[in-house]
T-cell receptor, first 116, second 112 residues
Framework: AQSVTQLGSHVSVSEGALVLLRCNYS??????LFWYVQYPNQGLQLLLK??????LVKGINDFEAEFKKSETSFHLTKPSAHMSDAAEYFC??????????????FGSGTQLTVLP | DAGITQSPRYKITETGRQVTLMCHQT?????MFWYRQDLGHGLRLIYY???????DKGEVPDGYVVSRSKTENFPLTLESATRSQTSVYFC???????????FGDGTRLSIL
């Protein structure tokens, strides 16, 4: 079974500081990995995805994530936080093998607060 | 406009009533999904569909019914609503394996 753990349900950073949101997954086979962002009263928007082409993945709004197989991690980073980055962030995993690859398993989310 | 739309956006109903949440997508995506979002649980899959007339249970299917007679529509029905089904419901769709899911804006359902 696949699962996702997001360390820290709340993260606060100052504007201009580095953003680091942690995600670890458990899967018996290499997965597809995704980061989504959710703004208040909206659905989830895709930030970036890992599909085995490259370990460092760049997404929208200067976010990026690095797939580390040895650590089973897919942490999300951004060099400099903006006030507009305040939102909830979800890591999700989907198995590459057929059968259940269509399903996403989500972490419980990390609420990012950006302080002025 | 292309996209995925959910209706209604907000719904208040009483326990024991039947309620149907609608989901419509214009991309002709094969797969569609229903999730519920609750504090501390992230998103949990209720049901999904691989194509018209093909549906399957997710993690938390009890108390819900789905149908998919047309590719573009995937309604979710609570046959006899309970307070524990108060939640925000999201519909999503994608083309299949490895493809990101695209989400609607959600339906906030309150059951009194």
């Amino acid at each position: 079974a696949q699962s996702v753990t997001q360390l820290g349900s709340h993260v606060s950073v100052s504007e201009g500081a580095l953003v680091l949101l942690r995600c670890n997954y458990s899967s018996s086979v290499p997965p597809y990995l995704f980061w989504y962002v959710q703004y208040p009263n909206q659905g989830l928007q895709l930030l970036l995805k890992y599909t085995s082409a490259a370990t460092l993945v760049k997404g929208i709004n200067d976010f990026e994530a690095e797939f580390k197989k040895s650590e089973t991690s897919f942490h999300l980073t951004k060099p400099s936080a903006h006030m507009s980055d305040a939102a909830e962030y979800f890591c999700a995993v989907s198995l590459i093998s057929s059968g259940s690859a269509r399903q996403l398993t989500f972490g419980s989310g990390t609420q990012l607060t950006v302080l002025p | 406009d292309a996209g995925i739309t959910q209706s209604p956006r907000y719904k208040i109903t009483e326990t024991g009533r039947q309620v149907t949440l609608m989901c419509h997508q214009t991309w002709s995506h094969s797969y569609m999904f229903w999730y519920r979002q609750d504090l501390g649980h992230g998103l949990r899959l209720i049901y999904y569909s691989a194509a018209a007339d093909i549906t399957d249970k997710g993690e938390v299917p009890d108390g819900y019914v789905v149908s998919r007679s047309k590719t573009e529509n995937f309604p979710l029905t609570l046959e006899s609503a309970t307070r524990s089904q108060t939640s925000v419901y999201f519909c999503a769709s994608n083309m299949g394996q490895g493809q990101p899911q695209h989400f609607g804006d959600g339906t906030r359902l309150s059951i009194l």
